[in-house]
């Protein structure tokens, strides 16, 4: 037998499990504010990791609905084996969405989601009850490894849920990209064919006199673009120019396609970050193209045959720490990040590196600051976006690099609550397991010369 609960005005009768859910949010009503500021960050935080394990019960919940319903469409299909139905996922699918007040479509999310926390990602899901990331952090995980079977995708949950603390939606999925790669080369190939057939442009008119040109193409291309774009508007803000990034990178962009430009577009470069081991060809490890994210050992082996014939096309070497595969680097004499150094701290560090950030660095800039005696080296300097950058003079502030030269880089950021969080910047592909001899006494010899 089941039971029909009606509901009036929104305001259903509910079982006792919806009762005892329903006593549980009135209570969260009447919790106190906290008084102080670094009472009121714990409440904050609680309440986040609160959310994020609500979320992995509503994924139990759900699974546990999708069982019943498709075991009651099993037992239909016994009784009446000749009657054509149809598939019960999209019943229940919209049967999820209604119960979280979402569409069918962000219920089909939602169901896919579950699917994969209770079956293939139980890592994702127990770090989802402790709160250490949050539902779409989740959908990240489950999305980017949908690609892979049962037993890759649990390889693949184990390794990126090993250290989860600072990390953003981008440097997250730039991560689980890369496990993916490792173990899935040719599917990658497959599906990016698939997807570069459907390059297109389209454009729409947004009102106000205004339009909205999109593009869809190899995100090497857009890598390209970008570089391009982003280039022209710093040269123009350097010469004065008024208009804020946004405005120029728009104008550029109009002034190229429509031939109303008078400057002919100077070189850009991809940026491609390899191991030395997939690019003589002993390596299958990922390669890391900036504002496009990882790439196939092959792709990236390919990418460099053909830039080679280009004049201005360059191979810089970058040596990692043997013991940690970080990128080491050694210290400058000037006062500000500039030229090589600010270089290879972008390359390092390919996002911003505030915990949970993922923006675009357009900052290289001190962690321990000048004023307090920072040094200008690799150590002490990181990669920020605009809004953290200047958030990190507010008062109250403080970062600080990771007290042993030897430790994958890391900083440390307290709040003026005193609460502290950390980032680490992401692993280079690299092969750590077989560095040469040779490898390992040039690291050696510049760890020691930076320290």
Known sequence: ??????????SPTLTPHGASVRTLRDALTTI???????????????????????????????????QHRLAQDEARRQLEPRRRRPKPEAGIAKEIGLARRESPHDGRRKL?????????????????ERGDLNERRAEIIASETSCLDAEKRREVDVVVCRDLDGLGDGHLRDLVQREVLRRDEEGWLARHERARAKRRVTGRILGDGMGQLSATLPATDLSL???????????????????????????????RLSGRGRNTPAPTAIKLLVSAETLMGEGDEP???FSAGHVPASVARSMVIAAAGHAHSTIQRLFT???????????????????ALAEFIKLRDRRCRSPFCSAPIRHVDHVNGRADDGVTSSDNGQGLCEACNYAKEAHGWRHEPHPDPLAVTEVSVTTPTGHVHRSRAPDPPTDQS???????????????LAS
């Not at 896919?112 to 989802?128: F, G, Q, V």
């Not at 077989?434 to 020691?448: D, F, K």
């Open 287 to 289: 390669g890391y193209v």
């Open 434 to 448: 077989h560095p040469s001899p040779a490898e390992r006494h040039v690291s050696a010899r510049l760890l020691a």
């Open 225 to 255: 673009i970008m570089a391009s774009l982003d280039a022209a508007a710093e040269t123009a803000r350097a010469q004065g120019d008024e208009r804020d990034r946004s405005q120029l990178v728009a104008d550029t962009l109009v002034g």
């Open 32 to 66: 106190p504010l906290a008084a102080a500021p670094e009472e009121c960050v714990d409440q904050l935080e609680e309440l986040e990791r609160l959310k994020s394990a609500i979320c992995a019960t509503q994924a139990r919940i759900s699974g546990q609905l999708d």
């Open 112 to 128: 896919a989601l579950a699917r994969a926390l209770l079956h293939d990602l139980p890592e994702t899901l127990a770090a989802l």
């Open 1 to 10: 037998m089941e039971l029909v609960f009606e509901s009036s005005l929104g």
């Open 321 to 339: 720490a043997p013991h940690n595969g970080a990128l080491v680097a050694m210290e400058s004499s000037t006062s500000f990040f500039r030229g």
